[in-house]
């Protein structure tokens, strides 16, 4: 990262007492006009619940008066020249604080902040608090709705549990149920999926707190194209985290083919070929996908307490 992203000498060496119980990141692409009230309802909230706390804004290479305004609000900004990336700009805040929790909000007032204090005291028994949209994704605009529902259902086949919203941008985390997955979360929107799909595939403890979705101030970022990046992520975590749910319909299909080609070849001569080429393909995919899912498991935390010992603070 580059280095107004990093660590000030000494800073992650502050006793437990002196850390803020929640940093909050705010990544921020061209938000002039709402990021400086989203920051000060930030603090209006934690501090009305008496909750230790940093703001962070991330300007990930803006072009207006993002980084201006998110000063004014308050915030300890850290400034990207460049414009990389959504999930970039969150890893850089990651990385810049100490905090035993870690929550992310969007710049652009969708989010209502009044609901961090709920979901930093519903951090204390889970590994990941979510800000479930529920019935307020009515602002999502129409023509988006479709691909958010069909990445929801592909998600939720891998975590094998139906996903109430898995891509919000309002969550709190343990930081070290966090940080365990870093190498692992993309620089680009996909950042919220991935880490919902990680954590639940790994069998921590996810929940969901409904809230309030506004209306965007400014326009969207994400385009159609990312649609296909989502689905791309899902199928690659879906090898990594639950290869059997990709390798067992695969490898049966194969062995599927080779039976019925056994029923109703045409020829003895290219009956044996086909059908037993089929059938050792299908068998050498289940086999991997028994291998590979014995791998993923040896890697899942067997316990909460395993998964806090990785990369904590």
């Known amino acids: 990262m580059q280095d107004s992203a990093k660590r000030e000498p000494g800073h992650g060496d502050a006793p437990a007492s002196r850390r803020p119980t929640v940093a909050v990141i705010i990544p921020a692409y061209n938000e002039q006009d709402a990021v400086r009230a989203t920051v000060q309802q930030v603090r209006y909230a934690l501090e009305g619940a008496s909750v230790s706390h940093e703001i962070v804004v991330v300007n990930d290479g803006s072009s207006d008066d993002t980084m201006a305004e998110a000063r004014a609000g308050g915030a300890r900004v850290i400034d990207l020249r460049d414009n990389n990336g959504y999930g970039f700009a969150l890893k850089a805040g990651i990385e810049t604080t100490d905090s035993d929790l870690v ?30 949209r529920g019935s307020g ?16 259902v592909l998600a939720s086949f891998l975590a094998r ?17 966090l940080v365990r997955f870093i190498a692992l979360l993309p620089d680009g929107y996909s950042f919220t999926t991935t880490i919902t799909l990680c954590m639940l595939a790994s069998g921590l403890a996810v929940h969901y707190h409904p809230i309030a979705y506004g209306r965007r101030i400014g326009h969207s970022k994400i385009k159609a194209r990312h649609f296909f990046k989502f689905v791309f992520l899902v ?18 299909l194969l062995v599927a083919g080779g ?29 991997i996908g028994v291998w590979a899912e014995s791998v993923a498991r040896a890697r899942l935390p067997r316990s909460r307490e395993d998964s806090y010992s990785v990369g904590g603070p």
């Not at 929550?103 to 800000?131: E, N």
């Not at 199928?235 to 049966?252: E, K, Y």
């Open 161 to 177: 549990r139906r996903i109430n919203d898995v891509n919000s941008g309002l969550r709190v985390f343990r930081r070290p149920a």
């Open 259 to 287: 039976a019925l080609y056994a029923l109703f070849g045409s020829s003895v001569a290219s009956l044996s070929g086909a059908a037993g080429l089929l059938f050792g393909a299908g068998l050498i995919v289940l086999s």
């Open 235 to 252: 199928f690659r975590l879906t090898v990594i985290f639950r290869p059997l749910r990709v390798f067992l319909p695969l490898g049966l």
């Open 103 to 132: 929550a992310i909000l969007d710049a652009d007032g969708t989010y209502p902040p009044d609901a961090l204090p709920t979901m930093v005291r519903m951090a204390g028994s889970c590994d990941m608090v979510v800000g479930d």
């Open 137 to 152: 994704m009515k602002n999502v605009p129409i023509i988006r709705r479709p691909a958010k529902w069909l990445l929801g």
